[in-house]
């Protein structure tokens, strides 16, 4: 088995002081060469380079996605470099080493508690669904749209929709229980999309901080159909956006959280 350093560096968002996330290590690195530069490090152990690059960038992936969702913001990065450590190899001179280049604009300093979701988050990714895979997809999407705040608004609702959706059966359970002769064409009428979020904030234990916001949210999203068939623009502000990306989050963490 050899060993690697893999080197990258980072868009998005960095940490005030170093840190260290399901086996990379986060830190600012300041050079008279480059100037400051956000970079992400790690260390493989595999077969070969090749076995160790793919490793590496799936680790990395994984890292990204979940302070992603736990920041609010998309990270990006580009593996620059891989040193082997190998101590054999090492002594031999016969050291592989991939060099890559680019350089990655900063973005701005998270808070330290952010670290604890991202570690929570990156622990809940290793055990997706179907369903959580999609709602994730959904959601990093409406991260990477941010500046176009009607595409990032209907992709944060749909990670909302595609799990609110997934427990219809526990809806129509419920309904049943208050309409005893419920036929299934009264339950389509009833189930709407406000019935069905609401519904799913009740499952996961979110109503008391969430619940507040379905009616408006939902009356957004209907919107969105009507100027559809109008050929016309919603103007959406950063906090309904906001306030969609919050409850999508809150969903999908719940949702994992099952798994």
Known sequence: MRSWIFEGEIRGDFPKEPIEIGGCKLEVVESEEVGSRYVGSTRIEAESLEQADKIAEERFK???????????????????????VTPQRLREKKIDVIYRTTIFPFGKPFEPNVLDEAKEI???LQKPDEYSKKALDYFTRGLTMRRWPSEAYLNFFKAIELISDKFIPELKKKLKGKIKDLEDSEFKRLATRKRRIENVLEIFNLNRQLKKDVRKLVKIRNEFDVAHALIEEIKLNN????????????IIISYLKLL
């Not at 994984?62 to 082997?84: D, N, Q, Y």
């Not at 906090?239 to 990306?245: G, I, L, N, R």
């Open 62 to 84: 994984g890292v990204f996605k979940a302070l992603s969702i736990a920041v609010g913001r998309r990270f990006e990065f580009e593996i620059l470099s891989a040193k082997e």
């Open 122 to 124: 990156l622990h809940l």
């Open 239 to 250: 906090k309904d956006v906001d306030s969609c990306m919050t409850m999508a989050k809150q």
